[in-house]
């Protein structure tokens, strides 16, 4: 017996059915939840009364979020952890990716691999390590920095006592950046890495005949060839730092600390609707986020965009 | 060949014979969390009894898991239990909104059966509008545990200690002297029972009827001066509940008082510091001071299959009304019943090994009865995180207290009417 053919898409439908699996799942958990969204930051919802509770308050929920002294505070939170974590990230990674690319041939995989490491690792997984290694009594962190303590000179910068990490507002901050700086080093490490490969060798060769030393050819050479991978790098850094959710929620338990000291913008529209039952306000507030997110983009694209000569 | 065949399709008839009446049989779902999950699983046998054919199906969770899950099955009426466990602080919530059945109409009539349950629990499940929207089934009456070998140690005695909390303070500065041991666990701890003391009828903790903040009021001012008391004279471990170095704390009786739900003495027994049992004892809480922490209710959930709704009253009532159910769940998980009836039963006189022989049941079921309901309001959650925050700002940074106050108003008076 003959097989039976298999069913043939004729290629005017092919298109259509070979796009449907992404386009529905990108309208169930992409465009839906935005709409949602957009729609609810216009309403009040008491969420337990059930979807029908919902009434329309014009722009009452982007009121609210702009006079709330929060909401400005998580702002400013957000701000502060996208600088102190987000700049280290490009200028450790840039000439960090330079020696890679110039020190390493054969283990230079190796060793990008390590630095990628902390990227692809369980959020959860960090924040248990984490919250050990700042522990006040027993962290290691406080242990370096008690020996530390004992060298003549250096020593009188640290501080005195013991820094209780996670509990003191001051130190919450410091804390949260190094862990989202350690985490995104490694990713922004191999965006420079493979923009600098793309640079022609006969550049180099062309200056080191001129004379120019390994920093003259860093400065005129390097940096001005991996611009637009600096622009792409610092733009995801950008977002990601406004967004910054996961690092800050699971080492404050979600409260957002002392003083509210680790409470980003995405952790505080987060609490407004699922602790303090007010999902028009957070809806408001994330769309007022992401206006800030696309400001800051756009100066971004300014910053770094080609300059006509 | 053709025999096995026939006997297979035998088989497969009778089998389906038998799943006729199987597939008629009815099932609820109940959704709780842990320990109420057990409190249910083992009333399940008299449940059969009484409904051979109605299959109980428990769904467990994490509390606040659980609660996150209530909340999204509220909004959109997609799996919803038939029967749902709410703690008090939940409960609250829960009854701002219309996702919870109206127990007081017909056919529940709950207010029926209001004089059978410790009037403050039948209260925090009242609306001011005359709804009442769940079943209480276990109370926390508050008690302060302390430790009574390091009490003697430092010559004092009980009434030392809960006379007044100028004397409950002073008795720290003793204890701390002459045993090395904090007061209590936290100075937040004076501020959380303060709070709650010398509520006006009809005022919440934070908010009056009308949504005005209550924050700046001379109850709060008290509880923050209180607590900075303790603090300045150095009488707390600075180490929050449930956190390892609490445990430990009491482990190593490093903390001479806890203030807590009746059911901490059960936890302190059976896992938090076994160690040291026979050296706690309970007393009532300082200054005449009667508190509730925690409590645990049942509710159905108005969009929920009303065809199951008869059933689930009927297991309601089963955990809320019956004595014998009630009892069980105090003898196997501490849960301090919410039952009147059962308060005559010969366990409230037992003595407890875990407190030197004392009879404390018989202290908290008084305590119990004292307690009086406070009015929830919608923001609650977020006054306390308010409150909490301005108290640290005092604590570690030396804030003035009418500032701090002033400040907590001004965010709640924002946040009020929302």
């Known amino acids: 017996m003959k097989p039976l053919p298999l069913p043939r898409l004729s290629p005017r439908w092919a298109p259509y059915a070979l796009l449907a699996p992404f386009l529905l799942l990108f309208l169930v958990f992409g465009l839906f939840p935005l709409a949602f969204s957009l729609y609810l930051s216009f309403q009040s919802w008491e969420p337990t009364s059930g979807l029908a509770a919902m009434h329309y308050v014009g722009l009452d929920n982007f009121a609210f979020a702009l006079r709330d002294e929060w909401f400005w505070k998580s702002l400013a939170n957000t701000g502060w952890l996208a600088l102190a974590s987000g700049l280290p990230q490009h200028l450790v990674a840039i000439p960090l990716a330079s020696f890679l690319h110039l020190g390493f041939k054969r283990w230079r995989n190796a060793v990008v691999g390590a630095y990628f490491l902390p990227y692809i690792t369980s959020s959860v997984a960090i924040a248990i390590l984490f919250s050990s290694l700042f522990s006040t009594d027993y962290g290691l962190i406080n242990l370096l920095l008690a020996l530390l303590r004992e060298l003549p000179l250096l020593g009188a910068l640290l501080p005195a006592q013991a820094v209780d990490w996670l509990n003191d507002p001051d130190a919450l901050k410091p804390a949260i950046s190094m862990i989202v700086f350690w985490r995104y080093v490694g990713f922004n490490v191999v965006l420079y890495l493979a923009a600098l490969q793309t640079i022609p060798p006969d550049l180099y060769e062309a200056a080191t005949m001129d004379g120019a030393g390994r920093l003259q050819q860093f400065f005129h050479i390097t940096l001005p060839s991996i611009r637009p991978m600096i622009f792409f790098g610092v733009t995801l850094s950008v977002i990601g730092g406004l967004q910054l959710f996961e690092e800050p929620f699971i080492l404050t338990g979600g409260k957002g600390g002392s003083d509210q000291a680790g409470m980003t913008a995405a952790v505080y529209l987060y609490r407004n609707a699922f602790d303090f039952n007010d999902f028009g306000a957070a809806s408001a507030m994330s769309w007022l986020l992401f206006l800030v997110v696309a400001l800051l983009t756009w100066l971004t694209n300014r910053a770094f965009r080609p300059r006509a000569r | ?418």
């Open chain 2, 1 to 418: 060949m053709r025999l096995a065949a026939r006997t297979l399709v035998g088989i497969c008839m009778s089998v389906g014979l038998l799943a006729v009446p199987a597939a008629a049989q009815q099932s609820i779902t109940v959704a709780a969390f842990p320990a109420v999950d057990e409190i249910v699983r083992a009333a399940l046998p008299a449940w059969q009894q009484l409904h051979p054919n109605v299959e109980v199906k428990v769904v467990s969770r994490e509390l606040n898991d659980h609660h996150t899950a209530m909340t999204t099955a509220l909004s959109t009426a997609v799996y919803l239990p038939d029967v749902m466990a709410l703690e008090v602080g939940y409960l609250g919530r829960f009854a701002q909104g219309a996702g919870l059945e109206d127990l007081a109409r017909p056919p529940y009539e709950l207010r029926r059966y209001q004089s059978r349950f410790v009037p403050y629990a039948f209260e925090q499940a009242s609306t001011p509008a005359g709804a009442v929207l769940a079943v209480p089934t276990d109370i926390g009456p508050g008690t302060l545990l302390y430790r009574q070998d390091l009490l003697a140690k430092a010559g004092l005695v009980e009434a030392d200690l809960n006379g007044s909390w100028d004397g409950y303070v002073a008795a720290g500065v003793k204890i701390k002297a002459a045993t090395g041991a904090y007061l209590l666990a936290h100075a937040r701890d004076m501020k959380d029972i303060l709070i709650r003391t010398g509520i006006r009828p009809g005022e919440g903790m934070y908010f009056d009827k009308d949504s005005r903040p209550l924050v700046t009021t001379p109850r709060f001012v008290r509880a923050f001066e209180l607590a900075r008391a303790v603090r300045q004279q150095k009488l707390d471990a600075r180490v929050t509940a449930w956190s390892s170095d609490w445990s430990e704390g009491f482990k190593r009786g490093g903390i001479a008082t806890q203030m807590s739900g009746a059911w901490l003495a059960g936890h302190l027994n059976n896992w938090l510091a076994p160690s040291t049992r026979g050296l706690w004892r309970a007393a009532q809480l300082p200054e005449g001071a009667f508190a509730a922490y925690g409590g645990t209710f049942f509710a159905i959930p108005r969009l929920a299959d009303a065809a199951n709704k008869p059933l689930a009253w009927q297991f309601i009532q089963l955990m809320t009304l019956n004595r014998a159910r009630q009892l069980a769940a105090f003898k196997s998980q501490d849960a301090f019943p919410a039952l009147l009836e059962t308060y005559d039963d010969a366990f409230f006189d037992e003595p407890l090994a875990f407190l030197g022989g004392q009879r404390a049941r018989r202290d908290w079921r008084t305590a119990a009865g004292r307690i009086r309901a406070v009015q929830v309001h919608k923001q609650d959650a977020f006054a306390r995180e308010v409150i909490d925050t301005e108290l640290d700002k005092v604590l570690e940074r030396g804030k003035a207290i009418d500032r701090a106050l002033a400040d907590a108003q001004r965010l709640l008076q924002q946040r009020a009417l929302r």
